[in-house]
């Protein structure tokens, strides 16, 4: 995937995604997870989605990858690690019509979702779809950073789902890969209120780990790719990260980075059959 790639899904994506996510059409609630209205992770990543052309091929990709089931509300499909939501699927076969790339989506837990897309304005970045309510998720608005990495801001209507340890199959947390990685930090610090501390006691700046209230959810760093775009790319823990690349080619993805040893960790970027890049990696908590 590079620049341009990410460029027309963003064109695309505002055609699909404000038609089938942002919209009111579905009749139906989307839940991503069992709610206790009482849990609060404001600031941190507390979602996924997967924006697809396939959303067929797409399930049957993580069905056969990491054992994940499915449970569908009209357009919107929830993965099922066991027992646990771990990501929405979304199809849209307009979006990027011809061109084999899909999309991820990563949502932040905030308070107030229109104070928030103003303040992310007011800050550098833009308002791609002003704060919208949606039957059973609650407000969220479709946001840039001033770098040009998308994400969504939630104002969840039921609490925030649980922080729990990640399992095998389960997204370990996201990494935003940008081109100024300190200004990125400066700038989700404001408009999140979360705390960023540098990787290592060198204070270089190369790294920078996000961190909740119970777990870190989130880095950023220096774009690693060349011609690469900034972009929110989600982290999945694995058993073995070289043995899960290697059976996504076989089932129609590709091997982008790796397998690499990273701090002692194997780690893989590879993408789905629609061209999705996520990071797998092991993890010895």
Same mark, same amino acid.
């Given at each position: 995937?590079?620049?341009?790639?990410?460029?027309?899904?963003?064109?695309?994506?505002?055609?699909?995604?404000? @038609?089938?996510?942002?919209?009111?059409?579905?009749?139906?609630?989307?839940?991503?997870?069992?709610?206790?209205?009482?849990?609060?992770?404001?600031?941190?990543?507390?979602?996924?989605?997967?924006?697809?052309?396939?959303?067929?091929?797409?399930?049957?990709?993580?069905?056969?990858?990491?054992?994940?089931?499915?449970?569908?509300?009209?357009?919107?499909?929830?993965?099922?690690?066991?027992? =646990?939501? @771990?990501?929405?699927?979304?199809?849209?076969?307009?979006?990027?019509?011809?061109?084999?790339?899909?999309?991820?989506?990563?949502?932040?837990? $905030?308070?107030?979702?229109? /104070?928030?897309?103003?303040? *992310?304005?007011? =800050?550098?970045?833009?308002?791609?779809?002003? &704060?919208?309510? *949606?039957?059973?998720?609650?407000?969220?608005?479709?946001?840039?950073?001033?770098?040009?990495?998308?994400?969504?801001?939630?104002?969840?209507?039921?609490?925030? &789902? =649980?922080?729990? /340890?990640?399992?095998?199959?389960?997204?370990?947390?996201?990494?935003?890969?940008?081109?100024?990685?300190?200004?990125?930090?400066?700038?989700?610090?404001?408009?999140?209120?979360?705390?960023?501390? &540098?990787?290592?006691?060198?204070?270089?700046?190369?790294?920078?780990?996000?961190?909740?209230?119970?777990?870190?959810?989130?880095?950023?760093? =220096?774009?690693?790719?060349?011609?690469?775009?900034?972009?929110? *790319?989600?982290?999945?823990?694995?058993?073995?990260?070289?043995?899960?690349?290697?059976?996504? $080619?076989?089932?129609?993805?590709?091997?982008?980075?790796? &397998?690499?040893?990273?701090?002692?960790?194997?780690? /893989?970027?590879?993408?789905?059959?629609?061209?999705?890049?996520?990071?797998?990696?092991?993890?010895?908590?």
């Amino acid at each position: 995937m590079n620049a341009n790639s990410i460029n027309i899904v963003k064109r695309g994506f505002l055609l699909g995604l404000m @038609v089938l996510f942002f919209s009111s059409a579905f009749g139906q609630t989307m839940p991503i997870a069992k709610l206790d209205n009482e849990t609060s992770r404001k600031g941190e990543i507390v979602w996924i989605d997967l924006i697809t052309n396939d959303a067929r091929a797409s399930k049957k990709f993580f069905s056969n990858l990491l054992g994940w089931s499915f449970k569908n509300h009209e357009a919107y499909d929830v993965a099922l690690s066991g027992t =646990k939501p @771990v990501s929405g699927i979304i199809e849209d076969q307009e979006l990027l019509k011809g061109s084999k790339t899909s999309y991820w989506v990563v949502s932040a837990s $905030v308070k107030d979702a229109v /104070a928030t897309a103003k303040k *992310i304005k007011s =800050k550098g970045g833009k308002v791609l779809s002003e &704060p919208m309510e *949606i039957s059973g998720r609650g407000t969220v608005a479709l946001v840039e950073d001033p770098q040009g990495a998308f994400f969504s801001v939630l104002e969840n209507s039921s609490g925030d &789902p =649980k922080a729990s /340890a990640p399992r095998n199959g389960e997204w370990m947390w996201a990494e935003l890969w940008t081109s100024d990685p300190k200004a990125a930090v400066s700038f989700y610090a404001d408009v999140l209120s979360i705390t960023a501390k &540098p990787l290592g006691n060198d204070g270089g700046g190369e790294y920078f780990i996000l961190k909740g209230d119970t777990y870190e959810f989130g880095g950023i760093t =220096k774009i690693p790719v060349k011609d690469e775009a900034p972009i929110w *790319i989600p982290v999945l823990r694995v058993e073995d990260a070289a043995g899960i690349a290697d059976k996504a $080619v076989k089932l129609g993805g590709s091997i982008l980075i790796g &397998p690499a040893s990273v701090a002692g960790n194997k780690v /893989a970027l590879i993408t789905t059959p629609s061209g999705a890049p996520f990071l797998v990696q092991e993890w010895d908590l």
